[in-house]
């Protein structure tokens, strides 16, 4: 669960439009109510159950599912649209030096974070080396002029669950410019999308009342990952939804939160899982070289901003 929130703005009136989608809720916020809000609504649900129908390893009959159910090495055809979510989390992948994975479904499954079920203990040495035999990003491999997608590991399996939330308010927000809205806030899932600026909050895992940052969100993007609210108790383990795909197990020596700003949601929501799965402090680090601007909450509770390079620009990801 991601811990964002937006603050009540009480000097002027807001029109919002509210659904469910990706197992959690979101919220489009105008200035001012759209021409037809019921149709618009129902298009902007149709467009959120399309991604996700599509690429959720939740849902059996997705593209993502059906990828991840085949046991053949062979190129399997892909469309443009998977093409551009997978090329750019190999990207975020090699930049972090692999903290970042898409391939972690097999880990998440076996700590109760996937569609397999629910285990009631935390899986054994044994099961996990086990599978990280089937994890890693490098064990993908993409051909953009074929348009296939191929696993080296036939037990290899996807997990887009990282940046699709993200990518969704970035497709709401295309959806919008079509129809002629010319502000709004984007919220899926607690990942923001702002047209035009809006004043937006990190919240505090410790305190919803007393944010940690407040600040102006302007035609860019604000996503968080965090390990406070989506932990559970795993037999005797309190254990969180990030994982290492170096270990197998929930990562350790991080901080508690991350927010990240980008031009785009689907940056953002990645690079906040990023930074997350990275150790402290070289999460730190990791964010000052890819020029990302980040707040990490640390585990003395102090909040750590790495600002964006050069003169407070929100950076964008070299492509």
């Given at each position: 669960?991601?811990?964002?929130?937006?603050?009540?703005?009480?000097e002027?009136?807001?029109?919002?439009?509210?659904?469910?989608?990706?197992?959690?809720?979101?919220?489009?916020?105008?200035?001012?109510?759209?021409?037809?809000?019921?149709?618009?609504r129902?298009?902007?649900?149709?467009?959120?159950?399309?991604?996700?129908?599509?690429?959720?390893?939740?849902?059996?009959?997705?593209?993502?599912?059906?990828?991840?159910?085949?046991?053949?090495?062979?190129?399997?055809?892909?469309?443009?649209?998977?093409?551009?979510l997978?090329?750019?989390?190999?990207?975020?992948?090699?930049?972090?030096?692999?903290?970042?994975?898409?391939?972690v479904?097999?880990?998440?499954?076996?700590?109760?974070?996937?569609?397999?079920?629910?285990?009631?203990?935390?899986p054994?040495?044994?099961?996990?080396?086990?599978?990280?035999?089937?994890?890693?990003?490098?064990?993908?491999?993409?051909?953009?002029?074929?348009?296939?997608l191929?696993?080296?590991?036939?037990?290899?399996?996807?997990?887009?669950?990282?940046?699709?939330?993200?990518?969704?308010?970035?497709?709401?927000?295309?959806?919008?410019?079509?129809?002629?809205?010319?502000e709004?806030?984007?919220?899926?899932?607690?990942?923001?999308?702002?047209?035009?600026?809006?004043?937006?909050?990190?919240?505090?895992?410790?305190?919803?009342?007393?944010?940690?940052?407040?600040?102006?969100?302007?035609?860019?993007?604000?996503?968080?990952?965090?390990?406070?609210?989506?932990?559970?108790?795993?037999?005797?383990?309190?254990?969180?939804?990030?994982?290492?795909?170096?270990?197998?197990?929930?990562?350790?020596?991080?901080?508690?939160?991350?927010?990240?700003?980008?031009?785009?949601?689907?940056?953002?929501?990645?690079?906040?899982?990023?930074?997350?799965?990275?150790?402290?402090?070289?999460?730190?680090?990791?964010?000052?070289?890819?020029?990302?601007?980040?707040?990490?909450?640390?585990?003395?509770?102090?909040?750590?901003?790495?600002?964006?390079?050069?003169?407070?620009?929100?950076?964008?990801?070299?492509?």
């Amino acid at each position: 669960m991601e811990i964002l929130s937006v603050p009540k703005e009480k000097e002027e009136r807001r029109f919002e439009l509210r659904g469910a989608a990706f197992g959690t809720t979101w919220c489009v916020r105008f200035r001012s109510p759209p021409a037809q809000p019921e149709p618009l609504r129902s298009r902007l649900t149709q467009e959120l159950e399309r991604i996700e129908s599509t690429f959720s390893h939740w849902r059996k009959n997705s593209r993502t599912s059906q990828f991840n159910a085949t046991r053949s090495t062979r190129p399997q055809p892909i469309s443009e649209e998977m093409l551009h979510l997978v090329s750019f989390a190999l990207r975020i992948s090699a930049l972090s030096q692999g903290a970042y994975d898409i391939t972690v479904a097999p880990l998440t499954s076996a700590w109760g974070y996937g569609p397999e079920g629910n285990p009631q203990v935390p899986p054994s040495d044994s099961a996990l080396a086990d599978r990280l035999r089937s994890v890693g990003w490098d064990k993908l491999r993409l051909d953009p002029d074929e348009l296939t997608l191929a696993k080296s590991d036939p037990a290899l399996a996807l997990d887009l669950g990282s940046i699709l939330q993200g990518y969704a308010a970035d497709q709401i927000a295309d959806l919008l410019d079509a129809q002629g809205c010319p502000e709004s806030l984007i919220e899926v899932g607690g990942e923001l999308r702002a047209r035009g600026a809006w004043t937006v909050a990190i919240e505090n895992p410790a305190d919803p009342n007393r944010p940690l940052e407040v600040l102006t969100l302007k035609d860019s993007a604000l996503a968080t990952s965090g390990l406070a609210r989506a932990r559970k108790k795993l037999g005797n383990s309190s254990v969180s939804h990030v994982m290492s795909a170096q270990t197998g197990r929930p990562v350790e020596g991080t901080a508690d939160l991350c927010s990240v700003r980008m031009p785009t949601c689907l940056e953002a929501d990645a690079w906040a899982t990023a930074l997350l799965a990275s150790h402290w402090p070289q999460a730190r680090d990791l964010a000052r070289e890819a020029g990302v601007e980040a707040w990490f909450l640390e585990k003395n509770g102090g909040l750590e901003h790495s600002p964006p390079p050069g003169d407070g620009a929100v950076p964008r990801l070299s492509r």
